[in-house]
């Protein structure tokens, strides 16, 4: 159907005067004895178009006056009578689709918790109308950083034998039932359909180091997967990951680049998306504008982790977990550090070779590795990353202490056989960075179907 988009519609002042078709949903309706309004939405804006009818001379179906029903009008585009832009003077209204009076989604607000149950419909809201065209420009402006800083876009396996992290957190790929013939687990897995053991993947990190090591500068952007039961407002079994790796990058030169590519990120989202951020900033996070402004504008913090336990330590009284070099830090320690101390994001680095991945590069002292985790206010970490291991036989040895199967890391071990570099990359959870610039508390709220533990709506 030949139509115009309610953005420009709304706000291109060359078009006043002209007639246009206009396809949406009906948001609100009311009318006087002779003249009747009509906001309607159709996705492509966050503000809506007002339709004015003349009741005497276009006819109206009752069914296009109900909250939710599709309709087409077709009209004259004309200076807005009140306030800025464009509104149509109906000339034709159509009727797409009814929407009877038990649609959920009605004019009170209702409670996010409510929408969680209807993901199929809650896109009609404000709020994650809202959300999902603040994700689409994050995405695009993610692609646009590197690619304009020469970085290549790979695409990594979803389906893998090697869990990344080294913390058996995968989703298995199967496609045989459990067989009480098959006498051990290898039996089992040599019969499935890739003769081993396979699962989702729960990074790109290890096939983008390969990528890494002949392009020099890559990134991959695509879904991960985690099995782990963390029910928290910040998990996700299924989460979408920005994963930049670079040859002959090493620590400092990762920090430089996450904060690079964060103040970006925030800045074209402040840019592009000023109607959605005004919306958050006035119903789900006050000051939120502010707080973007001010972090894109600020230096982030850094502290190694050494540092970042001493200063927990000062106060551990207040915390429900034990603050103890050596014991990774809980969201309660993250929040202390980011809100209370820093006030701004922070990169915590050189944390203790035990908590971390088999990976990362092990530094001189012999106890901590080249790793930084970035953590920001309201959300704790948002990116985790490291220099790389770049000597076959330091990384042997951590696997070796791992007990890692060594046969299913040749390839990975052979980066570091020919021409090893030092390189280093990282991960940047894409839904907690949609929550971090819209403010919303729950990551199952900015994403379209969560999937978490027990919820595969
Ligand atoms: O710190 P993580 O586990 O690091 C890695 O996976 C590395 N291989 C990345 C790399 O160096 N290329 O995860 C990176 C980020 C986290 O900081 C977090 O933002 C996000 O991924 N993340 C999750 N987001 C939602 N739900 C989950 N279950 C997540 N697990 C990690």
């Known amino acids: 159907m030949k139509h ?32 009747a309004f009509m906001e309607l939405s159709d996705g492509s804006s966050f503000r809506r178009l007002q339709v004015v009818i003349d009741k005497e001379k276009v ?60 993901p199929h419909l809650r896109l009609r809201t404000n709020t994650f109308a809202a959300v999902f065209r603040v994700r689409s420009v994050a995405a695009q402006a993610i692609h646009r950083y590197f690619h304009d800083r020469g970085y ?22 199967t496609t045989r039932p459990w067989n009480a013939a098959d006498k051990s687990e290898e039996e089992y897995y040599k019969k499935d359909f890739f003769g081993v053991k396979a699962g989702l993947s729960v990074s790109g990190q290890l096939e983008g180091e390969v990528a890494a090591t002949a392009l020099g500068k890559i990134y991959t952007f695509g879904p991960s997967f985690r099995a782990e039961n963390s029910n928290t407002t910040r998990h996700l079994a299924e989460f979408w990951h920005v994963e930049p790796e670079i040859a002959f990058a090493e620590l400092p ?8 590519l964060l103040k970006y990120l925030i800045r074209t989202v402040l840019e592009e998306c000023p109607d ?49 070099w050596g014991s990774d830090l809980q ?41 930084v985790d970035l953590l920001v206010p309201g959300i704790g970490e948002i990116i985790g990353g490291s220099e790389r291991e770049a000597d076959l036989g330091k990384l042997r040895a951590a696997m070796e202490e791992r007990h890692m199967d060594m046969a299913a890391y040749r390839q990975y071990l052979d980066l570091r056989v020919f021409g090893s570099v030092p390189h280093g990359g990282f991960g940047l ?4 960075f949609v929550m971090y610039v819209t403010g919303m508390e729950n990551i199952r709220d900015v994403t379209l179907f969560p999937r978490s533990v027990k919820n595969i709506m």
């Open 152 to 173: 290549y876009y790979i695409n990594a396996p979803l389906i893998t034998a090697s869990d990344c992290e080294g913390a058996g957190e995968m989703f298995r790929v």
């Open 331 to 371: 969201s309660e320690h993250e929040k202390y550090l980011t809100e209370e101390v820093f006030r701004r994001p922070v990169f915590v680095t050189d944390y203790p070779k035990e908590i971390k991945s088999f990976y990362m590069k092990q530094n001189p002292d012999g106890k901590t590795v080249a790793a």
């Open 4 to 35: 115009l988009d309610i953005k420009i519609a709304l706000t291109n002042a060359d078009m006043v005067g002209t007639d246009a078709v206009i396809c949406g949903w009906v948001r609100t309706f009311r009318e006087s004895a002779s003249v």
């Open 276 to 324: 959605e951020l005004a919306f958050f900033d006035s119903f789900v996070e006050k000051g939120l504008i502010e707080k973007l402004t001010h972090v894109a504008n600020s230096d982030f913090a850094v502290c190694p982790y050494t540092e970042a336990i001493s200063l927990l330590e000062k106060v551990k009284e207040r915390f429900k977990f034990p603050v103890a």
């Open 59 to 118: 006819a109206c179906d009752a069914e296009c006056t109900k909250l939710g029903a599709s309709v087409a009008v077709k009209g004259t585009l004309v200076k807005a009578y009140k306030g800025e832009g464009n509104e149509l003077n109906a000339k034709e209204v159509t009727l797409l689709g009814a929407c009877p009076a038990d649609y959920p989604i009605q004019k009170k607000r209702t409670t996010l918790d409510f929408l969680r149950g209807i």
């Open 253 to 260: 030169d990762l920090l430089e680049i996450e904060e690079d």
């Open 429 to 432: 959870g894409f839904e907690r």
